[in-house]
């Protein structure tokens, strides 16, 4: 090769390296930029890990908890048991949505509040400045679409509740005729502690919600001989009474401690049979699809099989006259005597053969061979299961123990009674395996309707003491408006950094505003989908950058190759050229 071709090939070696290596600088810089926005999405997400949300639990259990929202706060509902919770403002303003802010604005009540005076009407009749305020509240709300014309239309029929929310006392719950799980178990404890010095309807309703174990309809003992310790265990009619699993030879208790404990019946045998309630809930099942009209599973037995006692052994009786009393205290409970529309009527027959079908069934939970384990792990075992746990022992004398639930089946009945009052829909059900079922009374929002005797009140008459209590606060205290607040991230923000507060009503039927934190209801947790969505981000980046970076891992090997190559043939040509001058000069020296 010539020296002007070898230079000419030199210098297309040496732009074409330069160009490689500025190359490789860049994807270097890319490399790096990568590298940094890898370290940001990490960061990114680690502070998504410490999210928070606030949530509304109303029982305290974290089982029934919603997210957060004006709502849930500001309108009636069986959530926040008709009782407002105010959002207000530092100086303890309402804060009120666009629709609400709209109808105080319609409706005349001034930001800034004002006090209540008495209106002359003239011959000898006044009003308050509340009353005439509060009506135009309501048409308002229903023309802005705070309210619905149904909600009006109660708060209408009852009008303003005099002082509601500001000093006089919101409506005792329990003496309503519609109620939630927690006061129908406080309204059963009343109506039990009214029946001592009540009426006779007072008396008979306390009498239907109070059992003893272990007798018959006329109280007469049935001769179990409950067993006081698993020591005292016999051979092969052991009878024991657990609440709680400890073992108790008090057999009595009440409808509400049937349904808050676990109150179970547990025997010991070595013939352990489900031929006698086959038979039973057979007969049962065609009485109901006959027609029968409960009157009492006792007085069905009775016409019907005059022998069934001789048939049946004493714990077996014991069950029947359980189930008896039973269905008897959810009967008087739930009005049935005065069931108009035969709907009640039907979902208890249909509740009653439900019932009596899980009892046919027997769930065998496997052997041991201690028969203390066999009698724990059966009473244990009949909490997870809605009809009969055996639990079989089968060495020598121990003999395998039969446990059922007293309290699953109270739960499974309500359970059974409630799809028949919601047209037989799936919302609750029942199987066998507990952990499986969807009992009702898991809903604290489900509203039973009950025979109380000292109604003085329906659910209309919560829904105006709502908005009267609402409304009194709002001329006391003011309101401003804010249009963002049905956002609940808004609102969970401004909860958190103290611009906004949550005024409840104290012992006193005062409302005080607190801190969120102060609040028994609202409750700071882990935002699980923030986490989730901010996961994702970060997983989908991640993969993207980390693709990135592995196609510029290719194209830097590819240049590294390529200038590896180029260096070799660089040094290549420039050792002919140098070595082609040299001769050159050697050659002229000559």
């Known amino acids: 090769m010539g020296l002007a071709a070898s230079q000419a090939r030199f210098l297309a070696i040496t732009a074409r390296k330069a160009n490689c ?26 502070a998504a890990l410490n999210q928070t949300k606030l949530v509304w639990d109303p029982d305290g259990t974290g089982d029934n908890a919603f997210d957060l929202s004006y709502d849930i706060m500001m309108k009636p509902s ?4 008709y009782t407002p919770y105010l959002i207000t403002t530092r100086d303890g303003k309402v804060v009120l949505d666009s629709k609400m802010a709209a109808a105080a604005r319609a409706a ?21 400045l509340y009353d005439q305020l509060y009506a135009n509240f309501l048409n308002q709300m229903v023309k802005s679409g705070g309210m619905s014309e149904s909600s009006a239309v109660a708060c209408r029929s009852i009008g303003l509740v005099k002082d509601v929310g500001i000093g006089a006392p919101l409506l005792d719950k329990t003496q309503a005729s519609a109620m939630g799980i927690n006061d129908l178990l406080v309204y059963i404890d009343n109506s039990i502690a009214a029946g001592a010095n009540g009426t006779n309807a007072e008396k008979d309703l306390a009498d239907k919600l109070t059992f003893s174990f272990g007798v018959d309809s006329s109280g007469n003992d049935l001769g179990l001989n ?59 099942m065609s009485a109901f699809t006959l027609g029968f009209a409960y009157d009492g599973i006792v007085s069905w037995l009775n016409k019907e099989e005059s022998g069934w006692t001789q048939q049946a052994t004493v714990q077996e009786q014991a069950l029947v006259y359980f189930l008896n009393d039973m269905f008897n205290a959810f009967g008087a409970l739930f009005d049935l005597e005065n069931d108009t529309t035969g709907t009640g009527t039907q979902a208890f027959q249909y509740a009653v053969q439900e019932t009596f079908a899980l009892l046919s069934d027997c769930q065998d939970l496997g052997n041991r061979n201690h028969s203390t384990d066999a009698f724990y792990d059966a009473v244990n075992g009949s909490n997870n299961y809605n009809g009969w746990v055996v639990k079989n022992a089968n060495k020598n004398n121990n003999y395998g123990t039969q446990a059922i639930s007293l309290s699953n089946l109270a739960e499974s009945f309500m359970t059974f009674y ?17 952990s499986k079922s969807n009992y009702v009374t898991d809903d604290p929002y489900y509203m039973w309707t009950v025979k109380n005797q000292n109604a003085n009140s329906s659910d209309e008459m919560y829904i105006a003491e709502f908005y009267s209590a609402m409304f009194n606060n709002i001329c006391q205290n003011g309101w401003i408006e804010n249009d963002q ?24 039927n005062y409302y005080y505003q607190d801190r969120y934190l102060d609040n028994g209801y609202v409750v700071e947790v882990t935002d699980d989908d923030a986490i989730t969505q901010a996961e994702l981000e970060y997983t989908q980046k991640k993969s993207k950058l980390n693709y990135k970076e592995e196609e510029l891992e290719v194209d830097m090997k590819q240049l590294d190759l390529e200038i590896s190559s180029l260096t070799t043939e660089y040094d290549t040509v420039k050792s002919l050229i140098d070595k082609n001058i040299e001769k050159t000069f050697t050659m002229f020296n000559s």
């Open 21 to 46: 290596e500025f190359q490789s600088m860049q994807i270097a810089q890319e490399k790096l930029s990568i590298t940094r926005e890898l370290e940001k999405a990490s960061e990114e997400y680690q």
């Open 78 to 81: 069986a959530v926040n048991n």
């Open 108 to 128: 005349g009540i001034p930001e800034g509040g004002i006090n209540n005076k008495t209106i002359d009407l003239g011959n000898g009749k006044t009003t308050t």
């Open 226 to 284: 409950l067993q006081t310790s698993i020591a005292d265990k016999g051979n092969q009619n052991s009878n024991y009474f657990t609440k709680n699993q400890a073992i108790t030879t008090d057999t009595s208790f009440t409808l509400s401690d049937l349904l808050t404990e676990d109150i179970t019946f547990a025997m010991t045998s070595d013939k352990i049979s489900a031929s006698f309630w086959q038979k039973l809930v057979a007969g049962v």
């Open 418 to 434: 409630a799809q028949g009052m919601n047209g037989y829909d799936q919302t609750y059900y029942i199987v066998n395996d507990g």
């Open 485 to 508: 607040i049905d956002d609940e991230e808004y609102l969970s923000n401004t909860l958190k950094n103290a611009t906004y507060f949550i005024s409840s009503m104290s012992s006193d």
